[in-house]
């Protein structure tokens, strides 16, 4: 299917990176403030689906460069590595851990395991939404 | 409040059921999907509604100031919304495929396909 | 350590053995039999140490919240049988080879074969009642599979279900039993439950046995082992069994499996025994099925079929002795297992070789076999000596002491045990003797001596049926005494000798081996007046009737339940929901419960519910399916509005962008699906509006009964106050999802995984055009 509309595609322009970089901004500050893994993946997905059917799938995956299906494997395998450190720390699996990422004076922030099991949240909810979307678009 | 949204669950409810027991396919899935917004507004309101605060510890303190809108069952609701995305999209891409190899969307013509596929498949 | 590796080592033997018999090697089968070979040696060398009452033992914890622990322990009754199971098995791994030598499905005999094996010295083995459950019905499971090696006959595939479902019925009932047990008095090691003194008897307690539950444990333990020990009124499975190979029938059905149960009764008889119910339960059920095993076994002819009848009437006679309880019946019960296993698997492996070699089992089709199997012949002839119970073998010893036992009860048991006693000598005739001697019949194939793998077991049991004759004093310092002392529960000293002199149980004897002798030269005409009567209304026929009434049912509500009809089975579920939520409501008062915190209602809120219900209404009544669809839509705004109104931004933004991409797929999807038609006539449209309209109420009904109930403390209050310290996370539903309940969203995002490679696979894989 394909819509063929001069404002849509204009407008589409405009909101593609807008919307991805909102996700992104949705996705980091998920811990703190309303946001995280799946609201950002979803947000992201919107973006891509809203690309695809101003132009078309092809070229939506072409922007997207790596394969939806890889990415719900790649989502899921650094969801499960995030839960390993605990192991190895004597804890249970996905246990959080935290540590420090910092330049002394100019910043400082906490960075965990938790936000590695996010970013497998967010990109498996990516992979299967835009999945979905990308094959019913796809279908003849 | 509650006895509104009590109605709005009822209704949605309602609605959800009558779609999901029609011949027609197509509305099987209208139905499925208000059927989840319908659940999912029976947990949010089963637990409790408050117009207090969000469950989120301000930048500037270190605890949660009472009163506040219980974190649990949203995290619940949360994962049903994306679940049910999950199986709403699986129903739509089964039922394309069902109309595509029977040809009708007539849930009281497709009784017998398993039976129909299985001598198609032995014929071949 | 050694011990619980060498039960595992046995499975390790089962995934290696379809390798080892690739090549159809002949040598493989005595080359695999070196693994049970080495385990019986090392049992044997554990035995001193278990009659010294310092048994080797291994506790691996394995879950301890159910008391499950991975623990073994050899004392003398676990290795008595522990070696009968790797030493008969050691025999059958090699006849085996001999008697399925060309068979193609050999490498998944073997498998089968010693999975069974390791189950069993799992069985006698297991310190944990749990863990002796996990292997109890593992032997069960491999029985199945092993009854029916030949697959492709229907009556095998009838006889491994019933040995599968009287067997592991039996074994579920066991395990409710335990669990009862463990209940009661809070262990589930043998060891500590046999020293504990308020679960043991002979440790002075009786805390157990007064129990409330102890009554429905004791019994449901007993349907455990009263069904795997084919005792009455669940022995039909036993001669069914027969459909098997005979290795299996000789070491399953004979030598091992069978004798679980009596087993099982012997270790817990110091906990469970000692009362009136085990007194009259497990040896009134014994003697019946001794009385069973022995009439049934006159008619046979069948060689396979008459050890089996006789197999019961001494499992029967087992049960009963252990029932009893006395020393001597104790003793009794353990010699006669010994004694009982090397005979019987001696015969059973003999009727193997008859029926390999001749191509018949019909004991009246066979005769004068000796000169052509003088080995095998010798073989038989010498266990069915020690079966009737002649000097100097040891079965003599063995029957001596059962008929002492039945002189010191009363003369009606003892006329019993004598009526068994007559079986016994009639049935090794008739296998032993019969169609070795006399006039040579014609047989389907011309016979010859069987070869070295399958003579060697039946000699090698003869000739250690002899040698315990000879030497019993020997077996009872090392095995028997402090077998029958863990029975017992206390200290007995077991004397056993050839020559106890001129007795009532000696002149008994004879009189017995000769009516037994007169009875066996009529046999013909004996069996063709018993052939006569006929039993219909036996318990095998419950069974069919039982099998089948469930078949019945099964069809019948399948047929109810699974129409086919898709809107049949909503139409279930809702009714199910509304009739049984509705009724739960009902009786906990739902329907009076006001709601107590009401909010007030805000306008835009009552806007935004309007929206919802007008949507709702809408979806319904839309004639276009992008009408249905926009209407759709807005109901979610609605609902992630509601979200937003009532404290949960994280929902309400999920709810927006879930609704956007949901609306997108309907519309992709239905592109391609047909237009919205009316289907169903008016009337089931109202029918149909009336189920909605009532469902939807009882909903409502529901979520004002819900506000209304007081909720005690949530774990909420968890999450709120560890979210900061614990998880360094301010946003307390995102870190519930995250990190607290990580494990939950782990299983979520893999479910919508799948759900996401489903639909690929719905949309993008098609069949291939030369199918279509």
């Known amino acids: 299917m394909k819509i063929d509309s001069l404002i849509l595609r204009t407008m589409v322009r405009y909101l593609f990176p807008l919307l991805l970089l909102f996700s992104v901004f949705i996705f980091l500050r998920g811990h703190n403030e309303p946001g995280g893994g799946f609201i950002a993946g979803l ?16 070229e939506a995956r072409q922007v997207l460069g790596v394969d939806t299906r890889l990415l719900i494997g790649i989502g899921l395998l650094i969801a499960l590595c995030s839960g390993l450190p605990a192991i190895f720390a004597g804890e249970s699996f996905l246990t959080g851990l935290w540590g420090y990422l910092s330049i002394p004076g100019v910043f400082k922030i906490e960075i965990g395991t938790p936000v590695l099991f996010d970013i497998g949240v967010f990109l498996a909810v990516m992979g299967v939404t835009l999945t979905i979307i990308f094959a019913l678009e796809e279908v003849e | 409040m509650e006895i509104v949204l009590a109605f709005v669950i009822g209704g949605l409810y309602a609605a ?81 495929r069902t109309y595509k190899s029977i040809h009708t969307d007539d849930l009281d013509k497709m009784k017998t396909t398993d039976e129909a596929d299985d001598s198609k498949e032995t014929s071949a | 350590m050694m011990i619980a590796l060498t039960t595992l080592s046995v499975f390790g033997a089962a995934l290696v053995a379809p390798l080892f018999f690739r090549n159809k090697n002949k040598l493989a089968s005595w080359l695999i039999a070196l693994l049970p070979l080495g385990i019986t040696i090392y049992f044997a060398s554990l035995l001193p140490r278990a009659a010294a009452e310092n048994p080797e033992t291994f506790s691996f914890n394995w879950a301890r919240e159910f008391g499950a622990n991975f623990s ?84 095998a595939r009838a006889a491994a279900l019933q040995a599968l479902l009287v067997t592991g019925g039996g074994g579920l009932a066991m395990l409710a039993g335990i669990i009862l047990l463990g209940q009661i008095s809070g262990t589930l090691e043998i060891s500590a439950l046999l020293s504990n003194t308020s679960t043991s008897l002979s440790a002075g307690g009786t805390a157990v046995q007064s129990h409330p539950l102890f009554i429905p444990a004791l019994i449901l333990i007993l ?47 110091p906990i469970l025994g000692g009362n009136d119910i085990w007194l009259y339960t497990v040896s009134g059920v014994g003697l019946i099925t001794m009385l069973v095993g022995s009439y049934l076994s006159f008619s046979q002819t069948d060689l396979k079929r008459l050890l089996a009848y006789s197999t019961l009437g001494a499992l029967g006679t087992m049960t009963m002795l252990i029932g009893l309880g006395t020393p001597l019946a104790l003793k009794a019960a353990v010699v006669l297992l010994f004694a009982h296993a090397l005979y ?58 059962v008929y002492e036992t039945g002189l010191e009860f009363n003369p009606w048991l003892m006329a019993a045990i004598i009526f068994m ?35 060697l077991g039946p000699i090698l049991l003869t000739a250690l049926s002899l040698l315990a004759g000879f030497f019993p004093s020997g077996i009872s310092n090392l095995i028997v005494s402090p077998a029958v002392s863990s029975v017992a529960g206390e200290a007995v000293k077991v004397k056993l000798a050839l020559w106890h002199g001129v007795n009532t149980a000696f002149l008994l004897s004879i009189a017995t081996v000769i009516a037994g002798i ?60 509304t009739l049984g939520g509705g009724y739960s409501l009902f009786r906990i008062g739902g329907f009076d419960i006001l709601p107590q915190h009401i909010s007030d209602v805000k306008f835009y809120e009552a806007a935004i519910a309007a929206l919802i219900l007008g949507a709702a209404i809408a979806a319904v009544t839309s004639s276009s399916r992008l009408g249905a669809i926009a209407a759709l839509g807005a109901a979610g705004i609605g609902v992630a509005l509601i979200f937003l109104q009532f404290g949960a931004p994280d929902l309400a933004i999920t ?114 055009k030369g199918r279509e």
Request: proline share 4%; charged share 10%.
């Open chain 1, 43 to 58: 947000v992201a997905s919107a973006a891509y689906a809203l690309y695809s059917i101003a132009s078309n799938s092809i």
């Open chain 3, 72 to 155: 073994f322990r050899a004392d003398s009754l676990s290795l008595l049988f522990a070696m009968l199971i790797s030493g008969v098995g050691t025999l059958v791994v090699i006849y085996a080879g001999g008697y399925l030598g060309k068979n193609p499905n050999i490498g998944r005999f073997y498998a089968w074969l010693f999975i069974f094996m390791g189950a069993m010295l799992g069985v006698a083995l297991s310190d944990n009642l749990l863990l002796l459950f996990i292997f109890w019905e593992l032997t069960s499971l491999s029985s199945y599979v092993l009854i029916g090696f030949e697959h492709e006959k229907e009556s």
């Open chain 3, 421 to 455: 006693g007559l079986s016994t000598v009639f049935v090794a005739g008739v296998v032993g003797m019969g169609p070795f001697f006399g006039k040579l019949t014609e047989s389907p194939k011309k016979p010859h001596e069987a070869p070295l793998s399958m003579w």
């Open chain 3, 223 to 269: 349907l455990g082992a009263f069904t795997k020990s084919a005792q009455f009124p669940f022995h039909f499975w036993l001669p069914n069994a027969m459909a098997a190979p005979t290795p299996v029938s000789a070491y399953l059905h004979s030598a091992t499996m069978v004798k679980a149960g009596v087993y099982l009764l012997a270790r817990l008889h």
């Open chain 3, 344 to 401: 019987k698997g001696a015969l059973f492996l003999v009727a193997g070789a008859i029926d390999h070699e001749t191509g018949t089992r019909d004991v009246t089709q066979l005769g004068g076999l000796f000169r052509a199997l003088p080995i095998t012949g010798t073989a038989a002839g010498i266990s069915a000596l020690s079966m009737a119970g002649l000097p100097p073998l040891f079965g003599f010893i063995a029957k001596e002491v």
């Open chain 3, 518 to 577: 007169l009875l066996f030269s009529i046999r013909n005409s004996l069996r063709g007046v018993l052939q006569k009567i006929e039993w219909k209304w036996g318990p095998a026929y419950f069974y069919t009737l039982s099998l089948d009434g469930m078949n019945a049912l099964a069809r019948a509500q399948t047929r109810f339940l699974q129409s086919g009809t898709l809107r049949n089975y909503i139409l279930i579920i809702i009714l199910c929901v």
């Open chain 2, 16 to 96: 959800g059921i009558y779609m999901m027991l029609r011949r027609s396919l197509v509305k099987l899935l209208i139905g499925l999907a208000l059927l989840s917004h319908a659940a999912n507004l029976l947990i949010f309101t089963a637990a409790r509604l408050t117009r207090a605060g969000f469950p989120i510890i301000g930048m500037d303190q270190q605890a949660l100031e009472l009163p506040y809108a219980d974190p649990l069952p949203q995290a619940l609701i949360l994962t049903a919304i994306v679940i049910s995305f999950g199986v709403t999209a699986f129903a739509l891409a089964l039922s394309y």
């Open chain 3, 655 to 768: 709810q927006f962008a879930i609704e956007a991409l949901t609306v997108i797929l309907f519309v992709l999807a239905f592109y391609h699906l047909p237009k919205f038609t009316q289907l169903s006539s008016p009337r089931a449209r109202i029918r149909d509006a009336v189920i909605a309209l009532f469902t939807g109420a009882l909903m409502t009904m529901l979520v004002l009964a819900a506000v209304g109930v007081h909720i005690s403390d949530s774990i909420s209050t968890f999450f709120v106050e560890n979210s900061l310290p614990l998880a360094h996370g301010r946003n307390i539903v995102n870190v519930i999802l995250v990190d607290f309940r990580g494990m939950d969203t782990m299983g979520e995002i893999t479910v919508l995984g799948i759900a996401g490679i489903g639909v690929y696979a719905l949309l993008k894989f098609r069949r291939k």
